[in-house]
């Protein structure tokens, strides 16, 4: 009986287990084959989530996971505000905020620090300028597809290149726009502000290409002068601004070459009306000092010719005498300044024409440069010119128009030349010719910086910690040091990788490294037992995709207390 009860017993329990096991098998495929909205999807070391509902629509509306990329984020809730990460920015959704403003973009660029101030408008005809600043033409046909302001939000910088990424690139105050230079289509993608933002909260790998700038650009006066004249007009940087022999500093562009120049300004402090000071002449004598102890200011002259009212004149010579003037008191002043543009055609080779006599041609404007010659521009040419900036930043003509290709017609000018391509489309024909990369090869005085660096054959990188360990509670800073051939390197960001004791793969980015080649980063505590070593390696990567890295670690220690 006893026997019977327990196999009775028994197989009731392996039914009850059996049951409990078939039921969990099927709630696990479920879940596989319908995750919530919590389930991070993890491919490689990239951990992303599914969009929240809340947000589904207005995240297809804004391009989905093609224009903004995947959710990198849970949702997180403040009060009834619920917000999300996606790879391009924060997704926001407020149900108090007023109709149509319910759902929106957090303005993560305004975090990076990065804004510029307004840029004189050049009204300039089909340009946008928004906020003090010009929306690059490429960049419109997106902005407005993503609702203009209401989403992307207003331009907080111009137009940049940013040699390091080599892109092309601006930004917005919720969003980022670029352009790769090695992507043939032009197409326009988004800065991964939401990556950047969220940056270890969110554990996705991050992609350099597509991260945010770290750094300022262009330094005001030439941003300004950028935006008058046109970013397309002017070219893309070629080098950052280096000082030459004259004091003055100097940036080369694909088409041109910049001088910002300071000049000291003499400012005039207010004095009293009745504030005079005598003045002490002595003409034709060999002692300048004072006598009597008589103070004031000393001039020393040969012969001093006074007019009277009368209109009668009266020379003193050979002897000293004084006269009570005005004080006036200034101060110097840097204030003064200006960027204009190097003649730089002759100087990459490019000779003159002589000049020749004005053509009977409507078509034609004449611009006489010795007596009744000089060179005729074509009123296309002479238009397009006047459009960006005038005979100022082009300079006169000094050649008539040639034939440089088939269909490719050119004139030169002091600062520049212009190419008019035949087979080109409309709008695109007439363009500046890239002349700056000739000039930096004769007279660029050499890099110190990452700006059309092709290589790392020559280049060292050191790394130190600051502590040679740490508790698991204390952050760690790594630093690194990088030079190419004992000479600093500027402007370069290293990444560092470092691995978890769980083998987590953990990606930082160095900010800049400054004029003496270093930069540091700081690690957050590693919650590990004492004696856990973490490895890390700092790598920098060249624009021909190859590879430098430098490996070392460091200790966690817990001290007893």
């Not at 096991?21 to 099927?26: H, Q, R, T």
């Not at 007009?233 to 940036?251: A, C, D, K, N």
């Not at 010119?385 to 005979?391: A, D, E, R, T």
Request: charged fraction near 20%.
């Amino acid at each position: 009986m006893t026997q019977i009860s327990l196999s009775r017993i028994s197989a009731f329990v392996s039914l009850i287990l059996l049951t409990l096991l078939v039921g969990a098998c099927e709630r696990l495929q479920s879940l596989m084959a319908a995750p919530d909205s919590t389930t991070p999807s993890i491919d490689s070391l990239n951990v992303t989530y599914p969009v929240d509902t809340v947000f589904g629509d207005f995240y297809d509306y804004l391009g989905g996971e093609k224009l903004l990329g995947p959710a990198i984020s849970t949702v997180q809730e403040s009060g009834e505000v619920m917000r999300q990460y996606v790879e391009a920015g924060l997704l926001v959704y407020d149900p108090h905020a007023r109709p149509g403003e319910k759902f929106h973009l957090e303005p993560l660029g305004l975090l990076f620090e990065i804004e510029e101030p307004p840029v004189p408008n050049p009204n300039r005809p089909n340009e946008v300028n928004i906020n003090g600043h010009i929306i690059y033409e490429q960049f419109l046909a997106l902005y407005r597809k993503l609702g203009g302001a209401r989403f992307v939000g207003r331009p907080i910088t111009e137009v940049h290149y940013n040699p390091g990424k080599r892109r092309t690139e601006q930004y917005f105050e919720n969003l980022g726009f670029y352009i790769l230079d090695s992507d043939q289509t032009k197409s326009v993608y988004l800065l991964a502000y939401g990556t950047f933002v969220c940056d270890q909260q969110c554990r996705y790998r991050r992609d350099p290409n597509n991260l945010p700038a770290s750094k300022p650009f262009l330094p005001t006066p030439f941003n300004d002068e950028v935006a008058r004249l046109g970013y397309d007009f002017v070219g893309r940087p070629l080098t950052e601004p280096y000082r030459q022999t004259s004091g003055m500093e100097e940036i080369i562009f694909d088409n041109l070459v910049m001088v910002y120049e300071t000049e000291p300004q003499m400012n005039i402090i207010e004095t009293p009306a009745n504030l005079w000071l005598p003045l002490i002449l002595r003409t034709g004598a060999d002692d300048l000092l004072s006598e009597n102890g008589q103070s004031g200011f000393l001039i020393w002259l040969p012969q001093v010719l006074f007019t009277f009212p009368d209109k009668s004149a009266k020379q003193k010579q050979d002897e000293s005498f004084s006269l009570m003037v005005p004080l006036v008191l200034t101060k110097e002043s840097a204030t003064s300044s200006k960027v204009w543009i190097r003649p730089i055609v002759e100087m990459v080779g490019i000779k003159p024409q002589p000049p020749v006599s004005p053509l009977d041609d409507p078509l034609m404007v004449f611009y006489p440069t010795d007596g009744d010659l000089g060179h005729n521009v074509p009123l296309y040419f002479n238009d397009f010119i006047h459009l960006h900036g005038g005979l100022e930043v082009s300079g006169e003509p000094i050649t008539e128009v040639f034939r440089v290709n088939e269909g490719i017609y050119r004139q030169c000018f002091t600062n520049l030349c212009l190419d008019f391509d035949l087979k080109a489309q409309n709008g695109e024909r007439l363009y500046p010719v890239s002349l700056g990369e000739v000039y930096k090869e004769k007279y660029y005085p050499g890099p110190n910086d990452q700006f059309g660096k092709q290589n790392l054959e020559n280049i060292k990188i050191t790394v130190w910690e600051d502590k040679p360990y740490v508790t698991s509670s204390e952050s760690q800073v790594v630093n690194v040091l990088i030079r190419e051939n004992g000479v600093s390197l500027k402007n370069w960001e290293p990444e560092l990788i470092l691995i978890m004791p769980d083998n987590q793969v953990v990606n930082y980015y160095f900010p800049p490294s400054d004029e003496d080649g270093k930069s540091s980063v700081r690690i957050p505590p590693v919650a590990a037992p004492s004696g856990t070593l973490i490895p890390y390696r700092v790598c920098l990567r060249g624009v021909r995709g190859d590879t430098i890295c430098e490996e070392n670690n460091y200790l966690i220690w817990n001290i007893p207390k």
